[in-house]
Each structure stands twice: as structure tokens, then as C-alpha cells.
């Protein structure tokens, strides 16, 4: 595999406006308090350097110096290492491997519900009601501590915070009291300065198009 050089002497993050995954990733960096460059990626008309840097030339992909990470997950533990302050998963491996775990599920269960949702020219309400169900069975853990793994701000919560923003506009409710509980472990996600520093103009205005059709 060659070696790529990046040239810029700042980490830069390719990135998608509304991009699920991008959004987890930038949520990470804000928290890190790092520095970085963005560079917009469209669907259409890739940078080329991306392909060179990325052979499935997908995002988020970032690049540090020499190295060039393309997965969410890996991104994102790379980071947590690389910047160990504030730590974003736990200190012992069994928890850690827990946290792995959970993301993994996230991934495997919510991923496909979650593209169609994106890709569809109409909203899809059987696969809406799928993921809403998958939500439903978590308002235990939402109810009973201030974060997904307790009362620690971790991975996991980076992981679920771009879910929960994007709900509205993919048509997903619970019931009143399921949704109060929901509310109100979002809010604490959404009222973070790293959440706030990470959301693009686009993202935005996705809950302002929500709440101007609700109100």
C-alpha cells in the first residue's frame, strides 16, 4: 500500500454537509478541541484527490500528515488516541469492548434503515417505524443516566447525536412519554459546545425546515 504525503500541514477532514458519518467525526474533533481543514465533498465531482487519497473515495475521510483513515469508527478511536484529552472511551477493555460493541450494533441494525432513509425520494414509514422501534427499546438507558455508558460523554453518544438530530426530518415519532425521555437526553447531546461547533449551515437548517412545518 504506497504511502500517501499530505502536503497540508493541518489536518483536513473530507466532508460531507449533511453527511451522517462526517457529522459523527466532527462532533469528536470539536470535543478534542482540534484544528483542522474541511473540505466539502458533494456526491457529484470528488475532488481527485481524494480518490488518491481513499481508493473507495467515500467520506469522512481524514488525513494526518502521512496517514489517511476512511472508516467512521476507525477515525474516531484514532482521534480519541491521538488527542487522550478529554478521553472519549473508557479506561478498562471490558467497557471499552462493550462501547465497540454498541457502535458496532448501531451500525449493523440502524445503517441499512438509516441509508434508505437518506436515499429515498419518499419517506419510507415502514422503515421509519423500524428505526423508531430500535429507539424505543433504548429509552431505559436514556432514562437512567445522563449519557448513553452513564455520566460520561463518550463515542457512543457521538455516535447516536447525528441520529437523533436528523429524526424529524426522517418522520420518526414515539409515544408522548417515550419522546420526553428521548427530548430530553438529545437536548443534553445537542446543548454540548463540541455538538453545536460541529453542525455545518446545511445541517442546520434541516431542524429549522422541521420546526418551521410543524409550527
Same mark, same amino acid.
Given at each position: 500500500?504506497?504511502?500517501?504525503?499530505?502536503?497540508?500541514?493541518?489536518?483536513?477532514?473530507?466532508?460531507?454537509?449533511?453527511?451522517?458519518?462526517?457529522?459523527?467525526?466532527r462532533i469528536v474533533l470539536a470535543e478534542k478541541g482540534v484544528s483542522y481543514e474541511v473540505i466539502n465533498v458533494e456526491s457529484r465531482g470528488k475532488p481527485e484527490d481524494l480518490l488518491e487519497l481513499n481508493p473507495y473515495g467515500n467520506i469522512p475521510t481524514l488525513v494526518d500528515r502521512e496517514l489517511a483513515l476512511y472508516d467512521p469508527n476507525i477515525i474516531t478511536e484514532y482521534l480519541d488516541e491521538r488527542f487522550p484529552h478529554p478521553p472519549l472511551m473508557p479506561v478498562y477493555p471490558v467497557a471499552r469492548?462493550? &462501547?465497540? @460493541? !454498541?457502535?458496532?450494533?448501531?451500525?449493523?441494525?440502524?445503517g441499512p434503515l438509516i441509508r434508505k432513509l437518506e436515499t429515498g425520494k419518499i419517506?419510507?414509514?415502514?422503515?421509519?417505524?423500524?428505526?423508531?422501534?430500535?429507539? &424505543?427499546? @433504548? !429509552?431505559?438507558?436514556f432514562q437512567s443516566s445522563t449519557y448513553f455508558l452513564g455520566d460520561d460523554f463518550t463515542?457512543?453518544?457521538?455516535?447516536?447525536?447525528?441520529?437523533?438530530?436528523?429524526l424529524p426530518i426522517w418522520g420518526i415519532t414515539l409515544s408522548p412519554s417515550e419522546m420526553k425521555i428521548l427530548s430530553k437526553y438529545a437536548n443534553r447531546l445537542f446543548q454540548r459546545d463540541s455538538?453545536?461547533?460541529?453542525?455545518?449551515e446545511a445541517e442546520q437548517e434541516l431542524r429549522k425546515q422541521t420546526t418551521a412545518e410543524t409550527a
Open positions: 500500500m504506497a504511502v500517501i504525503s499530505n502536503k497540508r500541514s493541518i489536518m483536513t477532514l473530507y466532508s460531507g454537509a449533511i453527511d451522517l458519518h462526517s457529522h459523527r467525526v469492548a462493550k &462501547a465497540r @460493541l !454498541i457502535i458496532y450494533r448501531f451500525d449493523r441494525e440502524w419517506l419510507d414509514m415502514r422503515v421509519a417505524k423500524e428505526l423508531g422501534s430500535y429507539l &424505543a427499546q @433504548l !429509552i431505559p438507558i463515542l457512543v453518544d457521538c455516535c447516536i447525536a447525528p441520529v437523533l438530530w436528523r455538538f453545536q461547533a460541529s453542525l455545518t
